[in-house]
């Protein structure tokens, strides 16, 4: 009984912590802050201005009704990804 909870914890844990994340930076040219989203297009979670140090992680963007690309971000004072930013307004190396 125990085996079966830990394995599906396991398992839960590894949907919700992608692998690989890159260092990139909010780039948003408006002036405003870039929204984080729950979903693309959903309900805003968080915000974060120019400049702010952001991770990507690599493999976890989707797309929404127009064909952009969001990506799955985390702000540097998260233990686990945020939400969903519009990747226009963000710059990778």
Same mark, same amino acid.
């Given at each position: 009984?125990?085996?079966?909870?830990?394995?599906? !914890?396991? =398992?839960? $844990?590894?949907? =919700?912590?992608?692998?690989?994340?890159?260092?990139?930076?909010?780039? +948003?040219?408006?002036?405003?802050? $870039?929204?984080?989203?729950?979903?693309?297009? !959903?309900?805003?979670?968080?915000?974060?201005?120019?400049?702010?140090?952001? @991770?990507?992680?690599? !493999?976890?963007?989707?797309? +929404?009704? @127009?064909?952009?690309?969001?990506?799955? =971000?985390?702000?540097?004072?998260?233990?686990?990804? +945020? !939400?969903?930013?519009?990747? +226009?307004?963000?710059?990778?190396?």
């Amino acid at each position: 009984m125990r085996r079966t909870v830990f394995a599906t !914890g396991l =398992v839960s $844990l590894a949907l =919700v912590m992608p692998a690989c994340a890159l260092d990139c930076i909010v780039a +948003d040219p408006t002036g405003t802050p $870039l929204n984080i989203r729950m979903s693309p297009n !959903g309900k805003i979670v968080a915000t974060a201005r120019k400049g702010t140090r952001i @991770q990507v992680f690599e !493999g976890e963007e989707k797309y +929404d009704n @127009q064909n952009r690309a969001w990506y799955f =971000v985390a702000l540097p004072t998260s233990s686990a990804p +945020d !939400g969903y930013a519009l990747a +226009d307004y963000i710059r990778c190396p």
